[in-house]
Protein backbone atom coordinates (compact mmCIF):
# COMPACT_ATOMS: atom_id res chain seq x y z
CA UNK A 1 0.00 0.00 0.00
CA UNK A 2 1.15 3.69 -1.24
CA UNK A 3 0.81 5.42 2.62
CA UNK A 4 0.32 9.13 2.62
CA UNK A 5 0.39 11.24 5.34
CA UNK A 6 -2.40 13.04 6.22
CA UNK A 7 -2.77 16.73 7.27
CA UNK A 8 -5.47 18.81 7.75
CA UNK A 9 -5.37 22.46 7.31
CA UNK A 10 -8.87 23.67 8.57
CA UNK A 11 -12.46 23.66 7.52
CA UNK A 12 -12.92 27.29 5.50
CA UNK A 13 -14.45 26.56 2.08
CA UNK A 14 -15.71 28.54 -1.09
CA UNK A 15 -18.29 25.79 -0.96
CA UNK A 16 -20.77 24.76 1.12
CA UNK A 17 -21.32 21.61 0.67
CA UNK A 18 -24.71 19.61 1.35
CA UNK A 19 -22.93 16.70 1.98
CA UNK A 20 -19.30 17.82 3.50
CA UNK A 21 -18.73 15.67 6.38
CA UNK A 22 -19.58 18.35 9.62
CA UNK A 23 -15.98 17.34 11.43
CA UNK A 24 -14.64 18.70 8.24
CA UNK A 25 -17.29 21.65 7.64
CA UNK A 26 -17.12 22.86 11.44
CA UNK A 27 -13.54 23.07 11.94
CA UNK A 28 -11.19 25.98 12.02
CA UNK A 29 -7.99 26.65 10.27
CA UNK A 30 -5.00 25.33 11.82
CA UNK A 31 -1.75 27.39 12.16
CA UNK A 32 1.38 27.79 9.88
CA UNK A 33 3.70 26.64 12.41
CA UNK A 34 1.44 23.71 13.97
CA UNK A 35 1.66 22.82 10.31
CA UNK A 36 4.78 22.83 9.98
CA UNK A 37 5.65 20.83 12.79
CA UNK A 38 3.29 17.76 11.65
CA UNK A 39 6.02 18.39 8.28
CA UNK A 40 8.43 17.27 10.38
CA UNK A 41 7.03 14.46 11.89
CA UNK A 42 7.84 12.47 8.88
CA UNK A 43 5.91 9.11 8.70
CA UNK A 44 6.33 8.79 5.22
CA UNK A 45 7.91 10.11 1.83
CA UNK A 46 4.17 11.35 0.64
CA UNK A 47 1.54 13.65 2.28
CA UNK A 48 -2.10 14.56 1.26
CA UNK A 49 -3.01 18.25 2.21
CA UNK A 50 -6.76 18.72 2.81
CA UNK A 51 -9.62 21.01 4.10
CA UNK A 52 -11.80 22.92 3.83
CA UNK A 53 -10.67 24.23 0.43
CA UNK A 54 -6.33 24.53 0.72
CA UNK A 55 -6.18 27.10 -1.79
CA UNK A 56 -7.88 29.70 0.45
CA UNK A 57 -4.63 29.45 2.25
CA UNK A 58 -2.67 32.40 2.05
CA UNK A 59 0.56 30.42 2.79
CA UNK A 60 -0.02 27.27 1.05
CA UNK A 61 2.61 27.66 -1.49
CA UNK A 62 4.74 28.33 1.25
CA UNK A 63 3.74 25.02 3.04
CA UNK A 64 4.07 22.75 -0.45
CA UNK A 65 7.36 24.53 -0.49
CA UNK A 66 8.19 23.47 3.12
CA UNK A 67 7.02 19.91 2.73
CA UNK A 68 9.52 19.82 -0.83
CA UNK A 69 12.26 21.12 1.44
CA UNK A 70 11.40 18.26 4.50
CA UNK A 71 12.02 15.61 1.26
CA UNK A 72 8.48 14.66 0.43
CA UNK A 73 8.23 13.18 -2.75
CA UNK A 74 4.49 13.10 -3.30
CA UNK A 75 2.67 16.05 -2.35
CA UNK A 76 -1.47 15.52 -3.11
CA UNK A 77 -3.67 18.33 -2.47
CA UNK A 78 -7.23 17.72 -2.68
CA UNK A 79 -9.04 20.56 -3.50
CA UNK A 80 -12.41 21.50 -5.19
CA UNK A 81 -10.57 22.67 -8.07
CA UNK A 82 -12.05 26.66 -8.22
CA UNK A 83 -8.89 28.64 -7.56
CA UNK A 84 -7.48 26.63 -10.17
CA UNK A 85 -9.20 28.64 -13.01
CA UNK A 86 -6.73 31.24 -12.18
CA UNK A 87 -3.68 29.84 -14.41
CA UNK A 88 -1.24 31.97 -12.73
CA UNK A 89 -1.75 30.48 -9.35
CA UNK A 90 -1.82 27.06 -10.00
CA UNK A 91 1.39 27.35 -12.70
CA UNK A 92 2.99 28.92 -8.89
CA UNK A 93 1.74 25.73 -6.82
CA UNK A 94 2.84 23.31 -9.10
CA UNK A 95 6.25 25.15 -9.61
CA UNK A 96 6.28 25.10 -5.69
CA UNK A 97 6.02 21.12 -5.92
CA UNK A 98 2.48 20.04 -5.62
CA UNK A 99 2.11 17.71 -8.62
CA UNK A 100 -0.94 15.43 -7.55
CA UNK A 101 -4.59 16.62 -7.25
CA UNK A 102 -7.96 15.28 -6.44
CA UNK A 103 -10.75 17.21 -7.66
CA UNK A 104 -14.34 16.89 -6.56
CA UNK A 105 -17.03 17.10 -9.10
CA UNK A 106 -20.60 16.41 -8.18
CA UNK A 107 -22.03 16.59 -11.26
CA UNK A 108 -21.61 17.04 -14.66
CA UNK A 109 -23.58 20.25 -15.56
CA UNK A 110 -24.24 23.23 -13.51
CA UNK A 111 -27.47 23.16 -11.97
CA UNK A 112 -26.31 20.24 -10.28
CA UNK A 113 -22.97 20.60 -9.57
CA UNK A 114 -23.90 23.56 -7.84
CA UNK A 115 -27.03 22.70 -6.33
CA UNK A 116 -24.77 20.65 -4.32
CA UNK A 117 -21.72 22.75 -3.72
CA UNK A 118 -23.80 25.85 -2.80
CA UNK A 119 -21.99 27.82 -4.06
CA UNK A 120 -23.40 29.28 -7.69
CA UNK A 121 -20.93 29.47 -10.55
CA UNK A 122 -18.64 26.49 -8.50
CA UNK A 123 -19.19 24.36 -11.90
CA UNK A 124 -17.86 26.57 -14.27
CA UNK A 125 -14.75 27.55 -12.28
CA UNK A 126 -14.24 23.55 -11.17
CA UNK A 127 -13.97 22.81 -14.61
CA UNK A 128 -11.76 25.98 -15.92
CA UNK A 129 -9.45 24.94 -13.33
CA UNK A 130 -9.92 20.93 -14.81
CA UNK A 131 -9.00 22.60 -18.09
CA UNK A 132 -6.61 24.44 -17.29
CA UNK A 133 -4.78 21.48 -14.93
CA UNK A 134 -5.05 19.43 -18.22
CA UNK A 135 -3.66 21.92 -20.45
CA UNK A 136 0.11 22.26 -18.26
CA UNK A 137 2.81 20.71 -19.50
CA UNK A 138 3.80 19.67 -16.26
CA UNK A 139 4.19 15.91 -15.07
CA UNK A 140 1.51 16.13 -12.81
CA UNK A 141 -1.38 13.62 -11.98
CA UNK A 142 -5.19 13.91 -11.57
CA UNK A 143 -7.91 12.29 -10.02
CA UNK A 144 -11.67 13.20 -10.39
CA UNK A 145 -13.66 12.33 -7.53
CA UNK A 146 -16.91 11.93 -7.35
CA UNK A 147 -19.44 12.03 -4.32
CA UNK A 148 -22.71 9.86 -4.81
CA UNK A 149 -25.62 10.73 -3.07
CA UNK A 150 -29.20 10.60 -3.84
CA UNK A 151 -29.10 13.87 -6.14
CA UNK A 152 -26.85 12.50 -8.42
CA UNK A 153 -26.59 9.14 -8.69
CA UNK A 154 -28.33 8.74 -12.01
CA UNK A 155 -25.87 11.25 -13.68
CA UNK A 156 -22.75 9.23 -12.78
CA UNK A 157 -22.00 8.44 -15.95
CA UNK A 158 -21.74 11.58 -17.10
CA UNK A 159 -19.64 12.62 -14.46
CA UNK A 160 -17.54 10.23 -15.71
CA UNK A 161 -17.50 11.38 -19.06
CA UNK A 162 -16.56 14.60 -17.94
CA UNK A 163 -13.68 13.32 -15.92
CA UNK A 164 -12.12 11.85 -19.18
CA UNK A 165 -12.69 14.49 -21.13
CA UNK A 166 -10.63 16.74 -18.86
CA UNK A 167 -7.92 14.55 -18.80
CA UNK A 168 -7.96 12.50 -15.24
CA UNK A 169 -5.38 9.45 -14.73
CA UNK A 170 -8.17 8.26 -12.42
CA UNK A 171 -11.19 8.10 -11.06
CA UNK A 172 -13.01 7.85 -7.51
CA UNK A 173 -16.31 6.85 -6.74
CA UNK A 174 -17.12 7.60 -3.12
CA UNK A 175 -20.51 6.57 -1.32
CA UNK A 176 -21.09 9.68 0.27
CA UNK A 177 -24.94 9.62 0.87
CA UNK A 178 -25.82 6.68 3.72
CA UNK A 179 -29.13 7.41 2.81
CA UNK A 180 -28.90 6.26 -0.59
CA UNK A 181 -29.81 2.07 -1.39
CA UNK A 182 -26.82 0.62 -3.06
CA UNK A 183 -29.33 -1.84 -4.68
CA UNK A 184 -30.35 1.83 -6.82
CA UNK A 185 -27.20 2.80 -7.66
CA UNK A 186 -24.75 -0.19 -8.35
CA UNK A 187 -25.65 -0.28 -11.71
CA UNK A 188 -25.00 3.03 -12.17
CA UNK A 189 -21.38 2.28 -10.83
CA UNK A 190 -21.32 -0.61 -12.82
CA UNK A 191 -21.76 1.84 -15.90
CA UNK A 192 -19.37 3.79 -14.77
CA UNK A 193 -16.58 1.29 -14.24
CA UNK A 194 -16.95 -0.06 -17.74
CA UNK A 195 -17.12 3.50 -19.37
CA UNK A 196 -14.02 4.39 -17.61
CA UNK A 197 -11.53 0.75 -17.92
CA UNK A 198 -13.29 1.33 -21.89
CA UNK A 199 -10.99 4.36 -22.11
CA UNK A 200 -7.69 3.18 -20.31
CA UNK A 201 -9.00 4.97 -16.98
CA UNK A 202 -8.55 3.22 -13.73
CA UNK A 203 -11.59 3.51 -11.28
CA UNK A 204 -12.12 2.85 -8.03
CA UNK A 205 -15.05 3.08 -5.22
CA UNK A 206 -14.89 3.86 -2.09
CA UNK A 207 -17.20 2.99 1.38
CA UNK A 208 -18.54 -0.11 -0.81
CA UNK A 209 -18.15 -3.90 0.56
CA UNK A 210 -16.97 -6.38 -1.01
CA UNK A 211 -19.98 -8.25 -0.94
CA UNK A 212 -21.53 -5.57 -3.27
CA UNK A 213 -18.65 -5.90 -5.49
CA UNK A 214 -18.12 -9.14 -6.68
CA UNK A 215 -16.48 -9.59 -9.72
CA UNK A 216 -15.42 -5.59 -9.21
CA UNK A 217 -13.45 -6.36 -6.09
CA UNK A 218 -10.63 -5.33 -8.00
CA UNK A 219 -11.85 -1.65 -8.07
CA UNK A 220 -12.44 -1.23 -3.97
CA UNK A 221 -10.12 1.66 -2.99
CA UNK A 222 -9.75 0.36 0.24
CA UNK A 223 -7.35 -2.72 -0.27
CA UNK A 224 -4.55 0.03 -1.91
CA UNK A 225 -5.33 3.19 0.55
CA UNK A 226 -6.19 0.94 3.38
CA UNK A 227 -9.59 1.96 5.40
CA UNK A 228 -9.46 4.90 7.31
CA UNK A 229 -9.69 7.45 4.87
CA UNK A 230 -9.91 11.26 5.38
CA UNK A 231 -13.89 10.82 5.00
CA UNK A 232 -14.65 9.15 8.25
CA UNK A 233 -16.78 6.29 8.32
CA UNK A 234 -17.84 3.97 10.78
CA UNK A 235 -18.66 0.45 9.96
CA UNK A 236 -20.65 -2.63 10.95
CA UNK A 237 -20.41 -5.93 10.43
CA UNK A 238 -23.90 -8.80 10.77
CA UNK A 239 -23.69 -12.28 11.66
CA UNK A 240 -23.15 -13.54 8.07
CA UNK A 241 -20.15 -11.84 7.94
CA UNK A 242 -18.24 -14.57 10.04
CA UNK A 243 -18.76 -17.01 6.88
CA UNK A 244 -17.53 -14.41 4.02
CA UNK A 245 -14.21 -14.90 3.04
CA UNK A 246 -13.02 -11.75 2.93
CA UNK A 247 -14.10 -11.37 6.87
CA UNK A 248 -10.50 -10.89 7.79
CA UNK A 249 -9.46 -7.85 5.03
CA UNK A 250 -13.23 -6.00 5.02
CA UNK A 251 -15.02 -3.64 8.37
CA UNK A 252 -18.42 -4.60 7.08
CA UNK A 253 -20.92 -1.98 5.63
CA UNK A 254 -21.95 2.28 7.04
CA UNK A 255 -23.20 1.29 10.37
CA UNK A 256 -25.59 4.35 8.97
CA UNK A 257 -26.47 2.57 6.10
CA UNK A 258 -27.34 -0.52 7.76
CA UNK A 259 -29.38 1.55 10.18
CA UNK A 260 -31.53 2.25 7.59
CA UNK A 261 -31.60 -0.27 5.47
CA UNK A 262 -30.63 -3.26 7.25
CA UNK A 263 -28.46 -6.51 6.06
CA UNK A 264 -30.55 -8.25 3.88
CA UNK A 265 -28.54 -6.83 0.88
CA UNK A 266 -24.95 -8.21 2.48
CA UNK A 267 -24.43 -11.67 1.99
CA UNK A 268 -21.31 -13.28 2.35
CA UNK A 269 -18.96 -13.96 -0.66
CA UNK A 270 -18.08 -17.63 -0.70
CA UNK A 271 -15.52 -18.00 -3.46
CA UNK A 272 -14.43 -15.06 -6.12
CA UNK A 273 -11.54 -14.93 -8.62
CA UNK A 274 -10.15 -11.89 -6.92
CA UNK A 275 -9.42 -13.19 -3.48
CA UNK A 276 -5.96 -14.38 -3.72
CA UNK A 277 -4.76 -11.36 -5.30
CA UNK A 278 -6.77 -9.15 -2.65
CA UNK A 279 -5.64 -11.12 0.36
CA UNK A 280 -1.60 -10.40 -1.11
CA UNK A 281 -1.91 -7.11 -0.61
CA UNK A 282 -2.49 -7.67 3.01
CA UNK A 283 0.32 -10.36 3.61
Not at 120 to 128: H, I
Not at 199 to 210: A, D, H, K, S
Request: glycine share 8%; charged share 15%; aromatic share 10%.
Amino acid sequence: MLYYTKIFLGGTCNNNCLHCPPEHKNSPQIDFNTIRSSLEQKESDSIVLYGGEPTLRNDLLNLVSAARGKGYRRIKLITNGRTFSNIHYLQQLMNAGCLLFEITLWGSNPNLHDHLSSASGSFWETLGGLENLSGTTHDKFLCIRIPICKENFSDLQNCVITALNVGSNRIILSMQDQTLSLHSVLPHISNSINISIFNRVWVLTEGIPFCLMQGLEQHISEIYTGWETIYPRIYQKNKQCTECIYENLCPGAGAQYVKKFGNSELKPVRAGKHFQDIKALYD
